[in-house]
């Protein structure tokens, strides 16, 4: 069983719509739990992040971890075409930080 | 503020060839340093890792080395680049205290031909 398991879809919603991403995880050493925003041939950049069960928001951005599950999401609402691109969730122990596969996503005008 | 320098943008090799690509970082001391390569459809693996001058950890066996020379420079390199060595590399720091805030180079489109 890979660490981090993302569908890398890709997932298209028409524009307001709220959308949903999820990654599961299998190391309880995990502590801290981001996701990244990666628009095309460019390097990720950290939107949110978290190292406690329960829900984070930041604007039209939710991040949810569950560690009971060892299940991670990311909301958005209200998405706009420029929230186009692909989102990767990551989680790290100490050290390393392992990515899941990332998740295209399209916001159809 | 930091910044992280990576180069080349993009690199066409042939099979066989050596690599060098190197990252910078600037505005900080001690970064905790990562290498990771994109090839599509599956994600972001991280090859390497530094916490500190000559300290390099693997996570996976390859055709590929690491080394940082200085404090603020990593170098990922091959003596013979390998087809399946085309990828989207990555070149990342973080503060080590602060393993959330990690930041992202540009990134190496490299082909191997």
């Known amino acids: 069983q890979k660490e981090v398991e993302q569908d890398p879809g890709p997932l298209s919603v028409p524009e307001g719509a709220i959308v949903s991403l999820n990654c599961t995880y299998s190391?309880?050493?995990?502590?801290?739990f981001m996701w990244y925003r990666q628009y095309s041939r460019k390097g990720p950049e950290l939107l949110m992040y978290t190292y406690s069960s329960g829900n984070k928001e930041d604007g039209r951005f939710t991040a949810q971890v569950d560690k009971s599950s060892k299940y991670i999401s990311l909301f958005i609402r209200d998405s706009q075409p420029s929230d186009s691109a692909t989102y990767l969730c990551?989680?790290?122990?100490?050290?390393?930080?392992?990515f899941g596969k990332g998740t295209r996503l399209h916001i159809l005008p | 503020s930091q910044t992280i320098h990576q180069w080349p943008a993009t690199l066409v090799q042939p099979v066989g060839s050596p690599l060098s690509l190197e990252c910078t970082v600037e505005g900080t001391s001690n970064p905790n340093l990562y290498w990771y390569r994109q090839a599509a459809g599956r994600g972001l693996q991280l090859l390497f890792y530094s916490v500190g001058i000559g300290q390099i950890s693997s996570e996976v066996p390859q055709n590929l080395s690491a080394s940082r020379p200085q404090d603020r420079q990593f170098i990922l390199s091959s003596k013979k680049l390998l087809l399946s060595d085309s990828g989207f590399y990555l070149c990342a720091w973080n503060s080590g205290q602060a393993l959330t805030t990690t930041f992202f180079g540009q990134g190496t489109r490299l082909t191997v031909v």
């Open positions: 990551a989680m790290s122990d100490r050290d390393k930080i392992i």
């Open positions: 190391n309880s050493a995990f502590q801290y």
